[in-house]
């Protein structure tokens, strides 16, 4: 029995997105990130922007007339989340239907800091990562013990959703390859109906201009 609670965890963890990363941008520059999400899922997006100190040869805490324009768009290319946040924020999502979320951000226009470059530190949370155990646990009083367990059972959710994914990935995948094989047999089958067409004419016009000529 531990070695299969050992076997799951070890697999919960495989299963995990979370990713953190930092990258430089320019004013109004965009930036895309994808994030293939399954349905019903929550999603924490958390950023923190540094402005370029020539003087320093650094970049300084974020300003308050700093901000980042935040938009998402779903599997569909339907905006899900679309608004202006401040230099430092958390945002959170669910996603309605499985596939690439699309994560895009730049940052607001001011003259003031025109041409500038920006540091934005990004971390983005999926399933039951977005999730603040800590504040659970205070809210509904749980112990050790029924947090661990709660915990637990979210993970198992989150596999369930990932599996559910992949088996809608794989039938996409199939109905592609079906579409694909059937369109090259009907190319094949329209080639063909040409080349026949074209050979009988071809006799005919043959035939026609054989007994013009008296040769048959």
Known sequence: MLKQLIALLVLVSACNSVFGLYFHIAETERKCFIEEVPDETTVIVNYKVEL??????????????????????????????????????????????????VICMYSNSTSWFSGAQLRVHLDIQVGEHAIDYASVAQKEKLTELQLRIRQLLDQVDQITKEQNYQ?????????????????????????????????FWQMRHLKSFFEAKKLV
């Open 52 to 101: 370029y100190d020539p003087r320093s040869n650094g970049f300084m805490p974020s300003s308050p007339g700093i901000g980042m324009h935040v938009e998402v768009r779903d599997s569909d290319d339907k905006i899900i989340l679309s608004r202006v946040y401040s230099s430092e924020g958390r945002i959170s999502f669910t996603s309605h239907t499985p596939g690439e979320h």
């Open 167 to 199: 088996r809608y990935r794989e039938e996409r995948f199939r109905q592609t390859s079906e579409s694909t094989n059937s369109r090259v047999l009907w190319w094949s089958v329209a080639q063909t109906v040409v080349l026949v067409c074209m050979g």
